[in-house]
């Protein structure tokens, strides 16, 4: 009993760096109806900061401006500490007012996109500002000295204090909301803006103000925990970043006790699982700690579905349109034309770049059908990518299933891991969809990428992949001591015209109607006699299904899968890439390939712009996010709207000279 409770008191730490995030969360809601989805990755530049200021410099995020201002010295504790949370401040606000304020009414799926595009830029700028040094130590803070709690129980003394100042933040919070005049004018704008407005509060002034409150609390609580942690790009952006959604869900994004109290318990029962997996053999060796957030966050969405808080605004801003889908001869000739003329005429640099522009595409295709057509979120993409991945090389490997069998199923393999990630679809969609697909995609990504009995020996190069060969014909990139054949680019761009068209067939069938029907309101489809249960599992299917097939095309050009091609970051990319380049149509898919990171734009661009790559993830970040706040067409949908209109400018010109 005596290690369980020492196992317990151990998390309490972890514990309170997610409870604090799910704090600044519930902040952040109260005040401007936004889950935040990177609160983690702000949180982390600001201890960042403090980090460098007691190495004697202060780093400037922004491109093109030096990097640190240099001290020469630490400038103490005292200092760092106070200009890192001014840093956090400033951050929230500027956040708040150039992303957020224009989004105050656009959809859901646009507020996640920005967020997505926001963790992009952050870890970008630490892993560009930090080169080499994005692992660091920090000098403890809080006292360290082990505690005897009973004669055989001691625990080190620090995670006990930021347990307590967590606590006396929420306390600080709870107060707040209750007694001071702010802070009821803030719940009534979380029910209701019109509620600030009579309380004679600004909706804008509320919404900043949480957004400051939100990332200094959570800065704060970042810099008193580095020591307790090795502080890197991903610490506080992604691994305590589930667990703290599914603490502020809890709340209902609402409530600060429920909020902080389940942040705690997760810790807790994340190190609890420690213990369990040197104890008792069956417990499973991977993914349980990360399966934990999952299931509050499944649970909490099966008991209370549509009850979960929607922000109380009434939004003018329509989801992106849906254009029809004109298959021709042409459309479809002339860009295989050319991705085929450019594999054989250039380089193999610039034919890796098509090749990613080609994968990035399929993956695309499949939050057209799932979040274009549909209008459901997914963060888990590349998750039922990986999947795939993984069965392609105990199939083709152990089983010796040929080509192309073994691809095919390995992407039903993928459906069916998308069924089960996507079934809480049928009770939530929007941003409550996105938060379970991204801690579905965690646990996957931990409990299978990282498992040994599905990898293989990590020191041989992980699972193998081989070529795809049908009868005696070769398509593999690598055939004896030829590298990077055309023949492979060929192989993809034939994959992605099939699924093109499958996907376009969709959007002008019946069964592409219905989807519309279900994403446009569900309630009016179920009227008309729609089947939306069948609908919803029918695009998560299908989808799922296509993300696979890429799973299957990423595995084939590194002839072997790792979790590192399949990660969370790379769903949350697949998701900004498509968004950007238009995620409602097959030509927005293309485009998003074209667009996406390593693709043949930025490799263009970088041969005209030197020293551009370095920059391009940053870039693509901020893309998303103007693209969110300007154009939620994306860049095709802006060029079919610019076509249009120019069109119908012709035909009024001729109208009137005929008059």
Same mark, same amino acid.
């Given at each position: 009993m005596t290690d369980y409770?020492?196992?317990?008191?151990?998390?309490s730490g972890a514990g309170a760096i997610i409870a604090a995030l799910g704090l600044g969360m519930v902040v952040t809601y109260q005040g401007s109806g936004v889950v935040n989805f990177a609160a983690g990755s702000m949180a982390m530049w600001?201890?960042?900061v403090y980090a460098e200021l007691r190495n004697g410099a202060y780093v400037f995020p922004i491109p093109g401006l030096p990097d640190r201002y240099h001290f020469g010295e630490d400038v103490g504790f005292r200092w760092a500490m106070i200009l890192a949370l001014l840093t956090a401040a400033l951050l929230g606000l500027v956040v708040y007012a150039l992303v957020f304020k224009p989004l105050r009414q656009a959809p859901a799926l646009a507020k996640v996109v920005a967020s997505v595009g926001l963790i992009i830029v952050f870890i970008t700028l630490v892993e560009k500002r930090f080169e080499g040094l994005t692992a660091m130590r920090v000098a403890p803070i809080l006292p360290r000295e082990p505690v005897t709690i009973t004669g055989n129980l001691t625990v080190p003394r620090d995670g006990l204090w930021l347990l307590a100042v967590v606590i006396a933040l929420a306390g600080a919070l709870w107060m707040a909301s209750k007694f001071l005049r702010i802070g009821l004018a803030t719940r009534a704008s979380a029910e209701n803006e019109k509620g600030a407005v009579l309380l004679g509060y600004s909706p804008d002034f509320l919404a900043s103000l949480g957004w400051v409150v939100s990332t200094v609390v959570a800065t704060f609580v970042a810099i008193? #925990?580095?020591?307790?942690?090795?502080?890197?790009?991903?610490i506080f952006t992604l691994a305590f970043l589930i667990p703290a959604l599914g603490s502020a869900l809890i709340g209902k994004f609402q409530n600060y006790w429920p909020t902080l109290i389940t942040g705690v318990l997760i810790g807790m029962g994340q190190s609890i699982c420690t213990k369990l997996q040197n104890e008792i053999s069956w417990f499973p060796e991977y993914g349980a700690r990360e399966g934990i957030p999952f299931l509050v966050i499944i649970v909490t969405m099966v008991v209370l579905g549509e009850r979960l808080p929607e922000r109380g605004a009434v939004s003018n801003w329509k989801l992106p349109s849906v254009p029809q889908a004109n298959v021709t001869v042409v459309s479809v000739t002339i860009p295989i034309v050319l991705a085929v003329i450019g594999l054989f005429a250039f380089g193999p640099l610039w034919r890796a770049a098509l090749m990613t522009t080609v994968i990035a595409s399929v993956l695309a295709l499949s939050l057209v059908v799932l979040t274009g057509f549909g209008g459901q979120t997914s963060l888990a993409q590349m998750a039922f990518a990986g999947v795939a991945g993984f069965a392609l090389s105990k199939l083709a490997m152990r089983y010796d299933i040929p080509f192309p069998i073994a691809p095919l199923l390995a992407a039903f393999g993928a459906m069916l891991f998308g069924l089960l990630v996507g079934f809480p679809a049928l009770r939530v969609r929007s941003t409550n969809l996105a938060i379970i697909t991204l801690a579905g995609g965690v646990t996957i990504a931990e409990f299978v990428f990282k498992n040994p #009995?599905? @990898?293989?020996? @990590?020191?041989?190069?992980? #699972?193998k992949i081989p070529n795809p060969k049908l009868g005696s014909w070769d398509f593999g990139l690598v055939f004896g001591d030829k590298v990077s054949r055309p023949i492979f680019g060929v192989f993809l761009v034939v994959i992605l015209v099939l699924l093109c068209i499958a996907v376009a067939n969709i959007r002008r069938a019946g069964s592409g109607r219905v989807m519309l029907a279900v994403r446009g309101n569900e309630r009016a489809a179920a009227a008309i006699g729609i089947n939306v249960t069948n609908v919803k599992m029918t695009m998560f299917a299908f989808s799922s299904f296509i993300a696979g097939v890429g799973g299957t095309l990423i595995a084939y050009r590194f002839g072997s899968v790792s979790d590192l091609s399949y990660g969370v970051m790379a769903s949350l990319t697949a998701l900004s890439v498509a968004y950007l380049g238009g995620i409602t149509s097959v030509s927005g898919a293309v485009t998003a390939g074209v667009t996406a990171t390593a693709g043949v734009m930025f490799y263009g661009m970088n041969q005209v712009i030197g020293g551009l790559g370095r920059w391009e993830a940053l870039i693509g970040g901020v893309l998303l996010i103007f693209t969110a706040i300007t154009n939620p067409e994306g860049i095709a949908g802006g060029i079919r709207l610019q076509v249009a209109q120019k069109r119908r400018e012709k035909e009024l010109a001729k109208l009137a000279a005929a008059t």
């Open positions: 409770l020492f196992y317990l008191l151990l998390g600001g201890t960042y008193l #925990a580095a020591p307790q942690v090795q502080l890197n790009p991903t #009995a599905v @990898i293989g020996d @990590i020191e041989s190069g992980g #699972a």
